[in-house]
């Protein structure tokens, strides 16, 4: 699976932006998805994933309520939407899929974590101006 980010940019404090994740391959829809974000000098951390069919999220606390995760697995692309923006979001963006094994259609809880993801894409840069 290759994983290819678009739609950052620099956005002033308050607006929105979308980000992108398309993926390679046939499998898209058996992976769980998810995005975390790295700032210089901070460790990447994770920001949202979601569940193979769709149904299940998971938010950092940072983030709940003002992003949104989602996919279409018709056009395996995976979306993240980004409102209400702050400097503190300013980083670069990572998409990730893992293979969720489960069987379940809730999101395993340790999808909030890096470990599970096998494959990452190159990121896209995030800037918020205050």
């Known amino acids: 699976v290759q994983l290819v980010e678009s739609g950052g940019g620099l956005v002033q404090a308050g607006g929105s932006l979308r980000l992108s994740c398309a993926a390679s391959g046939r499998t898209f829809s058996s992976y769980a998805m998810g995005w975390f974000r790295q700032a210089p000098g901070k460790e990447r951390e994770f920001v949202a994933a979601i569940s193979w069919i769709g149904g299940s999220t998971s938010y950092a606390d940072s983030v709940k309520g003002r992003f949104t995760i989602s996919r279409d697995n018709a056009k395996n692309t995976v979306y993240l939407q980004m409102n209400y923006l702050k400097p503190e979001d300013t980083a670069v963006y990572y998409c990730?899929?893992?293979?969720?094994?489960?069987?379940?259609?809730?999101?395993?809880?340790?999808?909030?974590?890096?470990?599970?993801?096998?494959?990452w894409g190159q990121g896209t840069q995030v800037t918020v101006s205050s």
């Open positions: 990730a899929a893992g293979a969720d094994d489960s069987g379940s259609f809730l999101l395993p809880r340790g999808f909030r974590t890096a470990m599970p993801y096998d494959y």
